[in-house]
């Protein structure tokens, strides 16, 4: 699978080994180093610079313990995980009537040779922009809205974001898309909701975000 394709995983199937999402916070010692957003471009890049994992009450950890990999998520948002699917996980905040409302996806697939081992500043900035020339986002006219390089605690991620129409073709949905390349994984944290709504969901998504981390998997020095 390339970077390409993890960020294109809106509706595409990506091969994964969930065993189901549990929750408890697991807080690293460098919970507090807020997250660094190299050359951001857009809005959410800047709701997303400085941002430090949100922990203690009002957040739950959500663990998948056979991928290692946590989020933490405000307590009132709902989890399904899919224990024999293709998503290790989706979260819905409350009010979330309809799928385009606002939904959390969080997505693993396994490198290939010819992917890179983690991300590179250069590999980060350009991959908004690559969406547009992927054919499924071409065809619902995928505008880039936001990119940057992330560095959270040890860890290199990208961020691309834009506006498209919705399945449907009625309407128009925002969506941000944070992406994690290791040796073993690669991993997307989705987020899509109606263009009008996403703007109430920003601050807690940016937090979403920043809270990410593998679980006994070794970090690459930055």
Do not use: C
């Not at 290939?112 to 081992?117: G, T, W």
């Not at 995928?142 to 974001?161: E, I, P, S």
């Amino acid at each position: 699978m390339s970077m390409r394709g993890a960020l294109a995983a809106g509706g595409v199937v990506l091969a994964l080994w969930a065993q189901g999402a549990a929750t408890g916070q697991i807080v690293p010692k460098d919970a507090a180093v807020p997250v660094q957003v190299i050359k951001g471009k857009g809005e959410f890049a800047k709701r997303l610079q400085g941002q430090v994992m949100p922990t203690g009450k009002g957040w739950k950890g959500v663990t998948d313990r056979e991928t290692r990999l946590q989020l933490m998520l405000p307590d009132k948002w709902k989890v399904n995980d899919f224990p024999n699917g293709d998503i290790v996980f989706t979260a819905t905040p409350p009010g979330s009537g309809k799928a385009t409302e606002g939904v959390l996806m969080v997505l693993l697939s396994a490198p290939r040779d010819a992917d890179p081992f983690e991300v590179s500043e250069e590999l980060a900035l350009s991959h908004a922009d690559e969406l547009e020339k992927t054919p499924m986002f071409q065809k619902l006219g995928f505008k880039a809205t936001d990119a940057g390089y992330v560095v959270a605690r040890g860890l290199k991620l990208a961020l691309a974001g834009g506006t498209m129409k919705s399945a449907d073709k009625k309407g128009t949905v925002q969506q941000q898309q944070l992406i994690y390349v290791g040796e073993d994984r690669i991993v997307t944290v989705q987020f899509t909701a109606n263009e009008k709504d996403f703007p109430k969901y920003a601050d807690d998504l940016a937090r979403i975000f920043a809270s990410y981390q593998n679980l006994g998997v070794r970090k690459l020095a930055e």
